[in-house]
């Protein structure tokens, strides 16, 4: 069996690098990504995803990545289980990353065009600055 989720979203915490007592290093952050609305007019809700990363890829996302950061993530969910003080077991979820590409920051997010609305556009044609493209050669957008 085969996990694999993919994120969009923003840095929601400084990425923190950590080395295990073997000498390994991981870096762990928190992603904040939107959930689908129904309507352009509800409020948007984040969920915050816990990212982490291991070895070489680990010390290239600590130096590189800052809160606020647009990533493109893809990751296998885990599932890690620890007692409290009480000795009740409790289930914590996070995500392994295995590739992470930069897709923007927070300010471009701003200066950024709203969304297409493609509603109305059929699949096999659609009009793109005065040209006709036929679904076999359309352009990826």
């Known amino acids: ?30 992603l904040a990504v939107d959930r689908p609305v129904r309507a352009a007019a509800d409020k948007s809700i984040a969920d915050f995803h816990h990212i982490e990363i ?11 990545v800052h809160k ?5 993530v893809a990751a296998r969910p ?12 409790h289930t914590s ?5 295995s590739h992470i590409e930069f897709a923007g920051n927070k300010k471009e997010r701003i200066m950024m065009p709203p969304p297409l609305d493609l509603t109305g556009l059929s699949i096999e044609e659609s009009e793109v600055e005065g040209e006709i493209f036929r679904d076999e050669e359309s352009p990826h957008i």
Request: charged fraction near 20%.
């Open 1 to 30: 069996m085969f996990s694999q989720a993919s994120f969009v979203g923003f840095v929601a915490t400084e990425p923190e690098i950590k080395k295990t007592t073997s000498n390994r290093s991981f870096c762990k952050f928190n």
């Open 54 to 64: 291991w070895d070489g890829y680990a010390d290239f996302i600590a130096a590189t």
């Open 68 to 72: 606020g950061d647009k990533l493109f």
């Open 78 to 89: 885990q599932n890690r289980t620890y007692p409290d003080k009480n000795g009740v077991n």
């Open 93 to 97: 979820t996070f995500f392994t990353a």
